[in-house]
């Protein structure tokens, strides 16, 4: 279930790039979104995920700086988490 699904965005605030660490029950596919306070799509990114502890970078080049939401859509459900860019 979503309640036991944790993810962690460091540094927060981040510049140049951003780590994301979250559990994963299962081994598949993540789609990865940074979305704009707008609900815009500013970057999509996908990566295999591992049954356990994964831990991406995402990068953050050429974002303005300002408030986003790293969206994560994985085995069938959405997460999302507030992400500060300071480039």
Excluded: C
Excluded at 70 to 80: A, D, M
């Amino acid at each position: 279930s979503s309640n036991s699904f944790s993810m962690e965005l460091y540094p927060n605030p981040a510049r140049g790039a951003v780590q994301l660490r979250f559990e994963s029950t299962h081994s598949g596919t993540a789609d990865i979104r940074l979305l704009d306070l707008t609900g815009k799509e500013v970057q999509a990114l996908q990566r295999d995920t591992e049954n356990g502890e994964n831990n991406l970078s995402l990068p953050l080049d050429g974002l303005a700086s300002g408030l986003y939401f790293v969206q994560i859509h994985l085995n069938g459900e959405v997460y999302r988490s507030k992400l500060w860019v300071q480039n």
